[in-house]
C-alpha cells in the first residue's frame, strides 16, 4: 500500500474536532484528513499524502540536500569521464549505450 | 454498430465503474461497457454471429453502405454520461461531436444526424433545454443538420436523466479511406493534442472521488481537423481515430491489431497536461487509458509527417499536434512504450476500465 | 509536481544506472516488498536497464495479491446482502473469489462501490442509515492508520451502521519468512518508504543484523528506487548489513508517532493467511475487542465461509521469489490478466503481472495475444 504523493497545505481547518485540510497536487485540490501531522503542519508545507491522510510532512532540508548531492553525484561523473578522455566538452548522450544490455 | 461503446458513468450515484477480467459470468458487467476486451469479446461472441455480414464484420467506427455509385457512411453512438453536465461540457455536446467525429475517422463528409433520447420522469426542463442548447449549436456550427429523432419517457430511477443515441450518416469519398487496417512499418503516429482532459474532468465531478481540478473536458468536432489533414496530405493518412473510452492506449491497440503491425511510443513525447498528470498521480491512473473526446490519432506515411503536423496545428483543435511515435513489423499487435530511461513496456488492452488504486 | 517530477529526472537516473553497473562486480539479487515499488520497477523498465547487475525478484508487496481467499469470498458474501453496501479501494475489485468477483456481484444486484478514503466510506454510512456500509480494510503498514480513524471516528461519532473488514498485513514478517526459507536466494531489500513512513525502520534492524542483509528504506520513483539500489549494492560490495535510509524526505526511524499510536490502539497484532503463502505467524492486524461492533465478520457471522486456494496456481512461490512468473507453466497460457489463476496476474503490481508488461516476455506473435475486436477479422486475412 504505498501510493503517496506528495502535495502543498494550502488551508487547515477542523482542529477542534478532526484536523483537515485542503491539499493542492499540482493543479489537484482534495481535501486531506491532517491528524497525523496536526502538531507540526502549516499552510505551505508539503506533505506525503495516502488514501486521503497526511502520513508526513516533506523534510524540505533533507530533500534539498540529498538531491543536491545526487546532482553532483551526476556532475562528478561527467567530470570523471571528461579528465579519462583527456579533454573536450561532454558528448551528447546516446541512448542506445545506456539501454538494455 | 461502432465497436467502441462510449460508456463514462457509473449507476445513479454509485462510484467509478470498474474493470471485470473474471472468468465468463451469465450476465451484463460494468466491464462489458468499457471499450476494453471484454467489450470486444461481447461484440464478437454474442453480436457478430447473429448479424452475419462483411460489412458489420469489418468493425470500424462507423460502415461503409454502396448506394447506387455513392458510398455513405454510418455510424451510430450512444451515450449514457453521469453526470449530465461537467466542466467543459454536457452529454448534448458529446452525442453531437461523438457521432460527428466517428463519421470524420472514416474520412467521410457529414450529411446529417438523428438522435434519439430516454428521459426520465422528473428530469427538470431546464436541465435538458441546457443540453437540447448544446446540441443545437454543436450541430449548427458543424453545419450538419439535426433531421430526425425521437423521444421516449422511462420512470423515475431508469435513465440516469438523461440517455441519447445519435447517428450520423457522410459521404465517403475514393481517394480518402483511412481504416484501422491500413498501418504500415514505417508510419508515424501523431496526436492532435494534450490527452486525458475529459476523464479527468467526469472523474472530478463523480461521487466517491471529490477532487477539483482545473481540468475541462474536451469535446470537441474534430471535422475540420480531418478536412485539413485530407487537403494537405490525402491518401498518406493511413488511420484515423478518436480515442474515447479506454484512451489512446486501447485505440492504438485495436490498430496495431487490425494492422498488424507494432506501435511503439516515445514517453516524453506525450502531451499530458499538468493537472491531468497530477490527478492521475493522485489516483494510480495512467493517461494513456484515460478517455478524450477532442483528440485524434493520425497514423501517416513517413514522407506526410511535417505537412501533417502543420495541418493539424493550423486549427486551434490541433494546436498541440506531436508525433508521438512509430510503427514498426513486429512484434505484430503489440503496443510498446519507451521510457525516458531507455527501458521499455507492453501497453496492452484493458479487461474493462481503469480502477485508481492506492497501492 | 514538486517534490515528484525531480525523482523522475532522466538524466540523473541514468547517472545512477551507470554508478550501479559499474560498481557491481557480480551479479546481486535484491527484492522491493512493495506494489508501488514493483510498478514503478516495471513501469520504468528498470530491470531491463540493470539486468547484468542486479537481478530484481519482485517480492510479496502487494496486498490485493496476498488477501487470503477466504476474505475476498467473505467480501463477496457480504457485497451480496441487500443490506450492504460495500465499499473498497479500487485495488481489490479485480480480484477473483472462489467462484467469482466484485463485479459480478454488481452484475446480481449487489451494491459495490470504489472509495478513495476510508472517511469517505464513512461518511457514506452516515448519510445512508438505513443500510449497512462496509469498508474493506486492505494493506499494509501504510494504510493501518487510516482504516484505524475510521473506525475511531465510527465509534467517537457513534456510528453504528458502518463496519470494517480488515485483512492488514506488515512486512517484516514477510521478509523473515522469506529469509528463512531454505532456497532463499534474496541478498538485500529495499524497504516500502510509505509503510515506514508509518513504522520507522527500527524493526528492520534486528532483521539486518540476525541475517546479514542490507536493508534500504527507498521510496518510489524512478531516481529513488535506483538510488537504493545503489546503496544496497554499495553495501553489498563491501560486505555491510545495516538499514539504510534513502528516502530521508519522509522517513524518521520512529516512523509517525502519532499514526503508530492510533493504530495500536485499535489493532492488535494477529496471524494472518497470505494468499499463496500460507499462514505467517503475527503477521496481520486484527481489531481490537473495544471495537469488535465495528468488525464486520463478527457483526456478520462470516466465520463459516471458508475456502482454499487451487493447486494449479502457483502464485506462492512467485510471492516468494521462489520461482519467476516466466516459471509457471500457466503462465500467458492459461493464466493472463484477463483471465488470471491467481492475484499476482491481477493486480498491476502483482509479480506475475509486471513479467506480462515486460515485451521479452511475451510472444506476441500468438494471435489470441493480439486482442480487439478486429483481430478475428485480421487473423482471417491472415495479415
Given at each position: 500500500?504505498?501510493l503517496?504523493i ?15 485540510g ?15 501531522v496536526?502538531?507540526?503542519a ?7 499524502v495516502?488514501?486521503?491522510f ?18 553532483e553525484?551526476d ?7 571528461m579528465t579519462e ?14 539501454g538494455?544490455? | ?12 450515484t ?18 462489458h461497457?468499457s ?23 469489418a468493425?470500424?467506427?462507423g ?5 447506387g455509385?455513392?458510398?455513405l ?6 451515450f ?8 467543459g ?12 467525429n466517428?463519421?470524420?475517422?472514416m ?11 430516454v ?5 427538470p426542463?431546464?436541465?435538458?433545454d441546457r ?7 454543436a450541430a449548427?456550427?458543424?453545419g450538419?443538420?439535426l ?7 422511462v420512470?423515475?430511477g ?5 440517455y441519447v ?12 479511406r483511412?481504416g ?14 494534450p ?8 472523474m472530478a465531478v ?10 475541462e ?7 475540420p481537423?480531418v478536412?485539413r ?21 486501447s485505440?492504438l491497440?485495436e490498430i496495431?491489431?487490425a ?18 498528470a ?12 484515460v478517455?478524450?473526446e ?8 513517413p514522407?506526410a ?10 486549427h ?29 513496456r ?5 479487461p474493462g476500465?481503469?480502477?485508481?488504486r492506492?497501492? | ?7 523522475r529526472?532522466?538524466?540523473l ?7 550501479i ?5 557480480r ?12 510498478h ?7 530491470s ?13 508487496g ?17 457485497a451480496?446482502?441487500p443490506?450492504?453496501i460495500?465499499t473498497?479501494?479500487?485495488d ?9 468477483d466484485?463485479?459480478?456481484?454488481r ?27 462496509v ?8 494504510t ?5 480513524m475510521?473506525?475511531?471516528r465510527?465509534r ?9 473488514l ?17 532456497d ?9 518508504g510509505h ?8 524493526e ?13 528504506v527507498t ?6 528506487i535506483l ?6 549494492v ?6 555491510r548489513?545495516e ?5 530521508a ?14 493504530v495500536e490502539r485499535?489493532?492488535r ?5 497470505w494468499r ?8 496481520g492486524l ?5 471495537f469488535?461492533?465495528w ?8 466465520d ?5 486456494e ?5 502464485a ?33 503490481e ?8 515486460s ?10 495475444d493480439?486482442?480487439?475486436?478486429l483481430?478475428a477479422d485480421a487473423?482471417e486475412?491472415?495479415?
Amino acid at each position: 500500500m504505498c501510493l503517496g504523493i506528495p502535495g502543498r497545505i494550502v488551508e487547515r481547518y477542523g482542529d477542534e474536532d478532526l484536523p483537515m485540510g485542503i491539499v493542492d497536487f499540482g493543479g489537484v485540490r482534495r481535501e486531506v484528513c491532517l491528524a497525523y501531522v496536526a502538531d507540526e503542519a502549516e499552510v505551505g508545507d508539503y506533505a506525503i499524502v495516502h488514501v486521503g491522510f497526511a502520513i508526513s510532512l516533506v523534510d524540505e532540508e533533507e530533500a534539498k540536500r540529498t538531491y543536491e548531492a545526487l546532482k553532483e553525484l551526476d556532475q562528478l561523473d561527467e567530470l570523471e569521464w571528461m579528465t579519462e578522455i583527456g579533454s573536450g566538452p561532454s558528448p551528447a548522450v546516446d541512448g542506445d549505450a545506456e539501454g538494455a544490455a | 454498430m461502432s465497436g467502441d461503446d462510449r460508456r463514462s458513468g457509473g449507476i445513479g450515484t454509485t462510484g467509478l465503474v470498474c474493470p471485470a477480467p473474471a472468468p465468463e459470468g451469465d450476465r451484463v458487467v460494468l466491464g462489458h461497457g468499457s471499450g476494453g476486451k471484454l467489450s470486444a469479446r461481447l461484440l464478437r461472441d454474442r453480436f457478430l454471429p447473429r448479424f452475419d455480414n462483411p460489412v458489420l464484420a469489418a468493425l470500424g467506427d462507423g460502415a461503409a453502405v454502396r448506394v447506387g455509385s455513392e458510398s455513405l457512411a454510418i455510424s451510430t453512438d450512444t451515450f449514457v454520461v453521469s453526470p449530465l453536465e461537467f466542466p467543459g461540457g454536457d452529454i448534448g455536446l458529446l452525442a453531437v461531436h461523438g457521432t460527428l467525429n466517428d463519421v470524420a475517422m472514416m474520412g467521410a463528409e457529414p450529411i446529417c444526424l438523428s438522435a434519439g433520447f430516454v428521459l426520465e420522469e422528473g428530469l427538470p426542463f431546464d436541465v435538458l433545454d441546457r443540453v437540447l442548447d448544446s446540441m443545437a449549436a454543436a450541430a449548427g456550427e458543424a453545419g450538419v443538420p439535426l433531421v430526425t429523432g425521437d423521444t421516449k419517457v422511462v420512470e423515475r430511477g431508469k435513465a440516469d436523466g438523461l440517455y441519447v443515441n445519435t447517428t450520423g450518416l457522410g459521404r465517403l469519398r475514393a481517394e480518402f479511406r483511412p481504416g484501422p487496417a491500413r498501418a504500415r512499418p514505417g508510419d508515424v503516429v501523431l496526436v492532435s493534442g494534450p490527452v486525458g482532459r475529459h476523464g479527468i474532468a467526469i472523474m472530478a465531478v463523480r461521487e466517491g472521488l471529490a477532487f477539483e481540478a482545473e481540468v475541462e473536458s474536451d469535446t470537441a468536432n474534430l471535422g475540420p481537423l480531418v478536412e485539413r489533414l485530407r487537403g494537405r496530405c490525402g491518401d498518406a493518412v493511413r488511420v484515423l481515430r478518436d480515442p474515447t473510452r479506454g484512451g489512446v492506449a486501447s485505440a492504438l491497440n485495436e490498430i496495431a491489431s487490425a494492422s498488424r503491425v507494432a506501435i511503439q511510443l516515445d514517453e516524453g513525447a506525450l502531451p499530458v497536461p499538468g493537472a491531468v498528470a497530477a490527478a492521475c498521480e493522485m489516483l494510480g491512473l495512467d493517461p494513456l487509458y484515460v478517455a478524450n473526446e477532442g483528440v485524434l490519432v493520425a497514423i501517416v506515411a513517413p514522407e506526410a509527417v511535417e505537412a501533417a503536423l502543420a495541418a493539424l496545428r493550423d486549427h486551434p483543435t490541433g494546436a498541440g499536434a506531436v508525433k508521438i511515435g512509430d510503427v514498426r513489423d513486429r512484434p505484430a499487435g503489440m503496443v510498446s512504450l519507451r521510457t525516458a530511461l531507455g527501458g521499455s513496456r507492453v501497453v496492452d488492452m484493458l479487461p474493462g476500465d481503469q480502477l485508481p488504486r492506492i497501492c | 509536481m514538486k517534490y515528484l517530477s525531480e525523482y523522475r529526472d532522466p538524466e540523473l537516473a541514468r547517472t545512477l544506472v551507470e554508478r550501479i553497473r559499474a560498481r557491481a562486480t557480480r551479479r546481486w539479487t535484491l527484492m522491493e516488498v512493495c506494489g508501488g515499488q514493483t510498478h514503478t520497477i516495471v513501469k520504468q523498465g528498470i530491470s531491463e536497464v540493470l539486468e547484468d547487475a542486479v537481478e530484481m525478484i519482485h517480492g510479496p508487496g502487494c496486498p490485493v495479491c496476498v488477501t487470503p481467499l477466504e476474505q475476498i469470498d467473505r467480501a463477496l458474501h457480504l457485497a451480496l446482502r441487500p443490506d450492504v453496501i460495500f465499499t473498497s479501494f479500487g485495488d481489490m475489485l479485480r480480484v477473483p473469489g472462489s467462484e467469482c468477483d466484485l463485479f459480478q456481484v454488481r452484475a446480481r444486484g449487489g451494491q459495490v462501490r470504489v472509495v478513495y478514503s476510508p472517511l469517505d466510506a464513512l461518511e457514506l454510512a452516515r448519510r445512508t442509515p438505513d443500510r449497512e456500509v462496509v469498508f474493506f480494510a486492505v494493506g499494509f503498514e501504510t494504510t493501518a492508520p487510516a482504516n484505524a480513524m475510521a473506525v475511531w471516528r465510527a465509534r467517537e461519532l457513534g456510528v453504528e451502521n458502518f463496519s470494517v473488514l480488515v485483512s492488514h498485513v506488515t512486512v517484516p514478517p514477510a521478509m523473515t519468512a522469506i529469509l528463512e526459507s531454505p532456497d532463499n536466494r534474496v541478498q538485500g531489500f529495499l524497504a516500502a518508504g510509505h509503510v515506514c513512513t508509518v513504522m520507522g525502520w527500527e524493526e528492520y534492524e534486528p532483521i539486518a543484523a540476525r541475517y546479514g542483509v542490507p536493508i534500504v528504506v527507498t521510496g518510489f520513483e524512478p531516481v529513488d528506487i535506483l538510488e537504493g539500489i545503489a546503496m544496497a549494492v554499495s553495501q553489498l560490495e563491501e560486505g555491510r548489513h545495516e538499514v539504510e535510509n534513502q528516502y530521508a524526505r519522509s522517513v524518521r526511524r520512529t516512523g509517525n508517532g502519532p499514526a503508530r499510536e492510533l493504530v495500536e490502539r485499535v489493532f492488535r497484532l494477529v496471524d494472518r493467511q497470505w494468499r499463496g503463502i500460507g499462514e505467517i505467524p503475527m503477521s496481520g492486524l486484527g481489531l481490537r475487542e473495544a471495537f469488535a461492533p465495528w468488525d464486520a465478520e463478527r457483526k456478520f457471522g462470516l466465520d463459516h465461509i471458508r475456502a482454499t486456494e487451487p493447486a494449479e496456481c502457483r502464485a506462492g512461490d512467485v510471492l516468494r521469489g521462489r520461482i519467476k512468473p516466466v516459471e509457471c507453466a500457466a503462465f500467458g497460457t492459461a493464466c493472463t490478466p484477463e483471465r488470471p489463476l491467481g492475484a499476482p496476474m491481477v493486480s498491476s503490481e502483482g509479480a506475475c503481472a509486471a513479467y506480462w508488461a515486460s515485451a521479452r516476455y511475451r510472444d506476441a506473435a500468438r494471435p489470441e495475444d493480439v486482442e480487439g475486436p478486429l483481430a478475428a477479422d485480421a487473423a482471417e486475412r491472415g495479415a
